[in-house]
């Protein structure tokens, strides 16, 4: 059956859901629109529109499954905070149909659109290459298991890893540029972090931090149907739908419009150098190389956050109003990240009070001196699991940190019969508090003091020695 391209300058969103690749515009075929004038460049264009797409199903649902953020709404979904995650969510669906778009789109401009273009670059081809290799790591890291072709079987976490690593060959491979050829390398010890491969995860890392400050983005248009949805949700919505866990408001929002929303819409970074950083110290801790670990947290304060920008902004019209909790502190209180912890002061914001500074890229409030008061494998472990907390804010990925996992979709099951029972349920630690626990606080007004129920961070390290965390602690 020949496949039909909707749009040629959106043609990756012509790729169906999950159970195949079928559009219904009968007048542009695979084989007209494959003998256009630079069909690389226009597919192109649409595998990064895809991506943009893709980063706002991960962002959003996966930030609400976390301790990040609370759907302090109704626009959203009402379980993920539990966390419940089922199956038959709709949001389940959405999130796999995305990842699998991207896939399927780099897979036929890989295989069709490349050979039909005798114009393309190497760098397009590199490019094409990196979204495949990006759609098995988000595979990996997001689901118990995802097909890795049309009906096909679930594969594994490691089986998409190991897709990915040999797709970030290739692109490095005909990446003419060096820069990205380093994001390309990041990429690699990511996934080589994900599958628990220490030796490997340090080197590709250690490759990545010639650049210190290397930084790859994806950019929105709100002009065109592709804006930053995370954006709108913790910014630009007239209701504040998504309100952060208070310990990290001072990190909130990190995407926001200063001009006109639809052309005001800020990139997310994906692809950044403080992960190269964080990797290296989290090889180090689990060796027990512990001043080898302190040094490369304390060069990451130095060498690449504080060389990051910042941006004042007036965020007065802040008021947490969403509604699903009414006790949201809105002055400068101060914080205890448990019951247990001491009163921390400049975690919450007074937005009333004038400009705030934000971190556009990567903020935290660790010091130099916390990281040398740190002097246990747990003490430290606890830090660089509060840093990537602090520094992918807002970025999607502190769900896979605590070791949750979405299911194959109902929708898959229900066309592909290599679906099995243990496939549709999710991966949720038996650590993980229940009842919207992890978003849980308590406001005293009288004393200024707002407490969190659980320190997941410590919880974390309480359980170091679970499977589905701490990749090279197991």
């Given at each position: 059956m020949k496949t039909y391209i909707k749009n040629i300058l959106m043609a990756v969103v012509a790729c169906a859901f999950i159970a195949g690749c079928k559009v219904d515009n009968p007048n542009i075929t695979d084989d007209v629109y494959l003998t256009t004038t630079n069909v690389s460049t226009t597919w192109l264009t649409g595998l990064r529109r895809q991506m943009a797409l893709t980063l706002n199903q991960v962002i959003v649902n996966t930030e609400l499954v976390s301790d990040n953020y609370y759907n302090n709404r109704t626009l959203s979904n009402k379980v993920f905070d539990i966390p419940q995650i089922d199956n038959y969510d709709l949001d389940v669906n959405s999130i796999q149909s995305a990842i699998?778009?991207?896939r399927v789109s780099s897979e036929y401009g890989i295989s069709k659109v490349v050979t039909a273009d005798a114009t393309t670059t190497p760098a397009q081809?590199?490019?094409?290459?990196?979204?495949?290799?990006?759609?098995?790591?988000?595979?990996?890291?997001?689901?118990?298991?995802?097909?890795?072709?049309?009906?096909?079987?679930?594969?594994?976490?490691?089986?998409?890893?190991?897709?990915?690593?040999t797709a970030l060959d290739q692109a490095i491979a005909f990446q003419p540029d060096a820069t990205e050829k380093l994001a390309y390398t990041l990429l690699k010890a990511r996934v080589y972090y994900d599958?628990?491969?220490?030796?490997?995860?340090?080197?590709?890392?250690?490759?990545?931090?010639?650049?210190?400050?290397?930084?790859?983005?994806?950019?929105?248009?709100g002009s065109n149907s592709a804006p930053n949805d995370f954006q709108t949700y913790i910014f630009s919505s007239t209701n504040n739908e998504f309100a952060p866990l208070p310990?990290?408001?001072?990190?909130?929002?990190?995407?926001?419009?200063?001009?006109?929303?639809?052309?005001?819409?800020?990139?997310?970074?994906?692809?950044?150098?403080?992960?190269?950083?964080?990797i290296v110290a989290e090889v180090q801790v689990s060796q027990n190389d512990l001043t080898g670990a302190q040094t490369t947290l304390k060069n990451l304060?130095?060498?690449?956050i504080a060389n990051r920008a910042t941006a004042s902004l007036n965020d007065a019209k802040e008021t947490?109003?969403?509604?699903?909790?009414?006790?949201?502190p809105l002055t400068a209180v101060k914080v205890k990240f448990d019951a247990n912890d001491i009163e921390r002061s400049g975690y919450v914001l007074n937005r009333q009070a004038g400009n705030i500074t934000i971190a556009t890229i990567s903020g935290t409030k660790v010091t130099a001196d916390d990281i040398n008061a740190a002097t246990t494998q747990d003490a430290l472990l606890y830090l660089v699991y509060r840093m990537r907390q602090e520094i992918f804010i807002s970025e999607g990925r502190r769900m896979t940190d605590l070791g949750i996992k979405f299911p194959v979709s109902q929708t898959e099951q229900l066309n592909n019969p290599n679906v099995k029972?243990?496939?549709?349920?999710?991966?949720?630690?038996?650590?993980?508090?229940?009842?919207?626990?992890?978003?849980?606080?308590?406001?005293?007004?009288?004393?200024?003091?707002?407490?969190?129920?659980?320190?997941?961070?410590?919880?974390?390290?309480?359980?170091?020695?679970?499977?589905?965390?701490?990749?090279?602690?197991?």
């Open positions: 699998q778009r991207l081809k590199a490019e094409m290459y990196f979204f495949n290799a990006y759609s098995h790591v988000l595979s990996g890291e997001l689901f118990v298991g995802l097909p890795g072709t049309d009906k096909g079987p679930v594969l594994n976490p490691a089986a998409h890893y190991a897709l990915a690593l599958m628990g491969d220490a030796t490997n995860a340090k080197a590709f890392a250690t490759a990545a931090m010639a650049n210190p400050l290397l930084l790859k983005q994806q950019v929105f248009d310990r990290l408001d001072f990190l909130d929002p990190k995407y926001y419009n200063t001009g006109t929303v639809a052309l005001d819409q800020k990139p997310v970074s994906y692809i950044k150098s403080e992960e190269a950083y964080l304060l130095t060498q690449v947490r109003n969403g509604g699903n909790r009414t006790d949201y029972a243990a496939d549709m349920v999710a991966q949720i630690p038996s650590f993980i508090p229940l009842g919207k626990g992890m978003d849980d606080f308590t406001n005293n007004t009288a004393t200024g003091v707002v407490t969190m129920k659980y320190d997941m961070n410590k919880v974390l390290v309480s359980n170091k020695t679970a499977k589905e965390i701490f990749p090279f602690i197991n």
